[in-house]
C-alpha cells in the first residue's frame, strides 16, 4: 500500500511538477546556467523575478533535481535540466514550452469532458482547432513548431539508417515542419531533392533549417494544403500526420500521397504503434488536442490499404523513443481502397520546379 500510495501521489501531483519546470524554462533559468553557477541575486535581476519567490521556486527545483546548490544560495544545472537550455542537442525546452503553456494547459483540465462527449477537449475549450489557433497565435504557434522539430531532431538522423534512401530521387516529405526529417534523408541520397510541403505557419522554420543543414540549394518549400493534394515524388515522408486526423481524413491524404507518388515510389510514416506505452499517452494527448488518435499495426494496415498502400514492413523504435517507421508501397491502381469525399477544401500549389 505505502508503495501504491507513493506512485499514485506521483500521479496525482504531477501537474504541480510540469508548472514548476515550466515556470523556470519561461523565466529562462536553465539557459541563464547554461555557462555556470549563479547566486540567486543574479538569478532575479537577469529573470525579473522576485528575489523572495525565485528562491522559493529554485529550491523546488533543487528538490526536483533539475538544479543543485554547490553552496548555499548558488545555483547550478544538474545533468538532468541541461536538456531545458535550447542549445542542448536533445532539447526539450520547446517542448515544456508547449506543455505548460495556458492555452494547452486549460484543454488538458477539459479531459474529462472529452471522455464523456468523444469531443476534442482543444476545440471545446477555445472555440478553435488547434491549427487554426495557432494560426491565430503566431508566438505559440512558433513555441509548437520549435517542439516538433525537437522531437523529430531525436529520430531524424536514424530514418537514413533504417530505411535505404540513396536511391530516391524527389522526396516529398508532407507537414514536414521546420525541416529536421526532410535535411536527414536528402543529405543520405545524393541526387535527390526535396520538398517540404506543409501550411505557411508549419513551415515558417524550414529554410533557415535547411540551409543550417546545408541541403537548401536541394530543398524547396512549398505552402498549400495536403488534404486537397500532394507534390509528385518517389519518395513520401509522413511523420506526426496521421495521428492527428480521424481516418476519414487520413484516407483522403493518403489517397492525395498515392495520386501524386511515382511508380516504385516508397511511403514512410512515422508514429507510435500501439499498444506500446509512448503510444498509449500520446493516444490521450490527440484526445486532447486534435481530435487523431493513435493506432495499432494492423489498424496502420488497414488505414493505408484505404489509402492506396501496402504496407510492407515496421521497423524497432528509433533512438530510444516510440516512434518507428511503417514503409508502404502504393497498391496497384487495379486495386483501390474504398473511395472518400474529401473533408478539407483548399488548393494545393503545382510541384516546384528545378
Known sequence: MTDAYALLSRMAFGHTTAQIVYAAVRLGVPDLLAEGSMPVGEL??????????????LRALVALRVLDEPEPGRLALTPVGRPLCAGHPRSMRAAVLLLGDPATWRAWGALTYGVRTGE????????????DYLGRHPELSEIFNDAMREGTAVVAAEVPKVCDVSGARRVVDVGGGAGA??????????????????TAEGGAGAPEALRLAGVDGRCAVMAGDFFA???????MLLK????????????????????????????????????????????????????????????????LAAGGFVLTGVTAPLAGSG???????PAPMSEPGPTTTPTAGGAGRPPARW
Open 44 to 57: 532575479a535581476d537577469a529573470t525579473g523575478a522576485d528575489p523572495d519567490t525565485l528562491r522559493r521556486l
Open 181 to 198: 526529417l526532410l535535411a536527414a534523408v536528402v543529405a543520405a541520397a545524393p541526387e535527390a531533392r526535396g520538398i517540404l510541403f506543409d
Open 120 to 131: 476534442t477537449t482543444f476545440d471545446h475549450v477555445h472555440g478553435l482547432p488547434l491549427f
Open 323 to 329: 516512434i518507428r517507421v511503417l514503409l508502404a508501397e
Open 240 to 303: 506526426g500526420i496521421l495521428h492527428d486526423w480521424d481516418d476519414e481524413r487520413c484516407v483522403t491524404l493518403l489517397r492525395n500521397c498515392r495520386a501524386s507518388i511515382a511508380p516504385g515510389g516508397r511511403l514512410l510514416v512515422l508514429e507510435p504503434i500501439l499498444p506500446e506505452a509512448a503510444a498509449v499517452m500520446s493516444d490521450i494527448a490527440m484526445l486532447v488536442y486534435t481530435g487523431g488518435r493513435e493506432r495499432s499495426r494492423e489498424e496502420y494496415r488497414e488505414l
Open 229 to 235: 493534394s500532394v507534390p509528385e515524388g518517389d519518395l
